[in-house]
C-alpha cells in the first residue's frame, strides 16, 4: 500500500489484522480521529516506512497483540492532539486496542491496565525496529512501550514532546534504544485539566505559564528490566535525562551524552541528569511486586549541565553499580543519595561534591547525611 493520502476524521487509516507481509510505504495521513495505522493480532513481516503523520487524534503507528516482525522506519510522526499514553507517536502494547474516541486521556485505559496481569502478558509485540524516524511535538509521548519484548530503538530524532520521549513502560523486556536524539520532552505544556487528573497530577496545581510542575524525562523505565540505554544524546528535557520511575531491574545505562535535563525545575520539583527513582504507585496494580530499582549498571555517562544532581538515587534502591561516569557542572550534587542501602562506586569524576555517596568506594568526598549506610 504505497501512494496514498488519508485525510478526514476517519477513525482509522490502514488497519492490519492477522496479515503477513504487508508493506505500507509512502502515505500520508492527516486529522484521523484514532490510529492512523494500526498492526494487530498474529501479524508479522511488516513495514511502515516513509509516511507521513501530521495532526491525527492518538499518534501514529499502533502495534498490539502478538505482532512480531515489524520495521518502522523513515517516518515523520508529527502534531498529535491527545495526551494518554496510548495517543504517543509509536505505542507497542501487550493490551488490547483502548477506545478512547479522540477524546484524549480515558478512563477505559486504566481499567484496562488494572485488569491485566504483568505476567499473564504472553502475548505481546517482539522483534520491533524502529529507525530513523522523526517523532515530534506530540501532546503525548514519542514513543510509548507497554510491556513488548527484544524492541530496538535506534537513529531517531524525539524532540518536543509534551510527555516522555521514549518510556519503557509495564514489563518491557530486552529493549535496546541507542544513537537517538531525545531532546526537549516532558514539558506538559499543552494538556487540559482532565489529562491531568488522569496522570494523578492536577492536585498539585499549575505554574504560572501554565504547565503542570511534574514534569517528565526524556526516556522513563517503569515496571521494566533488561533494558539497554547506550550511546544517546539526551539534552533539555524537562524532568530529568533518564528515569527509572520504580522497580527498574538490570538495566544498563551506559555511554550517553546528558545535558541540561532540568529545565522543568519549580518551587515544588528539581531534576537529575539519571534518576533511580522509588516513585509511589498511582493506585495498587493487581499482580504487581513493586520493588526499588536494583542491580542496574549506570557507566561510562557523559553528564552535564544544571541538574540539581548528576546521579539521584532514592529510598532503599540497592544493588547498583555506577562507575567511570563523568559529572559536570550540576547546581548542587555530583551524585546524591538517600539510600541507606548498599550501592557500589568506583572511578566517577565530578569538580562538584557528591551526597550520601562516594564518587568512589575509596573516595572521602562525599558529604554523608543521618542514617546513611557508609560504603566499606
Known amino acids: ?6 485525510d478526514g476524521n476517519f477513525l482509522y487509516g490502514i488497519y492490519i489484522s492477522d496479515s ?6 509512502g502515505n500520508t495521513f492527516r486529522h484521523i ?3 492512523p495505522v494500526t498492526v ?3 501479524s508479522a513481516r511488516i513495514m511502515v516506512c516513509g509516511c507521513v503523520f501530521e495532526e491525527n487524534g492518538q499518534g501514529g503507528i499502533q502495534i ?7 520495521l518502522i522506519e523513515g517516518n515523520v ?3 498529535s492532539q491527545c495526551s ?3 495517543s504517543a507517536g509509536i505505542v507497542l502494547t501487550a493490551n488490547g486496542i483502548p477506545d478512547t474516541a479522540g477524546d484524549g486521556n480515558s478512563r477505559l485505559s486504566i481499567t484496562m491496565d488494572r485488569e491485566r496481569m504483568l505476567y499473564d502478558m504472553l502475548s505481546a509485540p ?3 525496529v524502529m529507525r530513523n524516524n522523526i517523532i515530534s511535538h506530540n501532546n503525548s509521548s514519542g514513543i510509548y512501550c507497554f510491556g513488548p519484548y527484544m524492541v530496538y530503538i535506534t537513529h531517531n530524532q524525539i524532540v518536543g514532546n509534551d510527555k516522555e520521549g521514549i518510556c519503557l513502560d509495564f514489563g518491557t523486556l530486552g529493549g535496546y534504544a541507542a544513537y537517538n536524539d531525545v531532546m526537549r520532552n516532558g514539558g506538559r505544556t499543552r494538556q487540559t485539566d482532565r489529562d491531568l487528573e488522569h496522570d494523578f497530577v492536577l492536585e498539585i496545581g499549575r505554574l504560572e505559564d501554565g504547565s503542570s510542575p511534574a514534569k517528565l524525562p526524556g526516556i522513563s523505565i517503569d515496571n521494566s528490566a533488561y533494558n539497554m540505554i547506550y550511546n544517546n544524546r539526551i539534552e533539555e528535557n524537562c524532568g530529568s535525562g533518564v528515569k527509572m520511575v520504580r522497580t527498574g531491574i538490570r538495566n544498563i545505562i551506559s555511554t550517553n551524552i546528558i545535558n541540561g535535563n532540568n529545565q522543568g525545575q519549580n518551587s515544588r520539583f528539581h531534576f537529575f541528569g539519571i534518576e533511580l527513582a522509588n516513585t509511589a504507585a498511582d493506585f495498587v496494580e493487581a499482580g504487581m511486586d513493586y520493588r526499588p530499582d536494583y542491580e542496574n549498571i549506570i557507566c561510562r555517562n557523559m553528564i552535564t549541565g544544571r541538574h540539581y544532581a548528576g546521579v539521584f538515587l532514592a529510598e532503599e534502591v540497592y544493588m547498583n553499580d555506577l562507575f567511570d561516569n563523568v559529572i559536570l557542572d550540576a547546581s548542587e550534587w555530583s551524585m546524591e543519595c538517600i539510600s541507606r542501602m548498599k550501592n557500589n562506586t568506583l572511578n566517577n569524576l565530578s569538580q562538584v561534591p557528591s551526597r550520601g555517596i562516594p564518587l568512589s568506594a575509596a573516595s572521602f568526598e562525599a558529604v554523608f547525611v543521618p542514617g546513611m549506610v557508609p560504603l566499606e
Open 64 to 70: 498490539n497483540g502478538n505482532a512480531a516482525d515489524v
Open 20 to 25: 503477513r507481509d504487508i508493506m505500507v510505504c
Open 40 to 42: 494487530t493480532g498474529n
Open 84 to 86: 494518554d499514553n496510548w
Open 77 to 79: 510522526i508529527e502534531g
Open 33 to 35: 480521529a484514532r490510529k
Open 1 to 6: 500500500m504505497t501512494g496514498f493520502t488519508i
Open 126 to 128: 517482539c522483534r520491533i
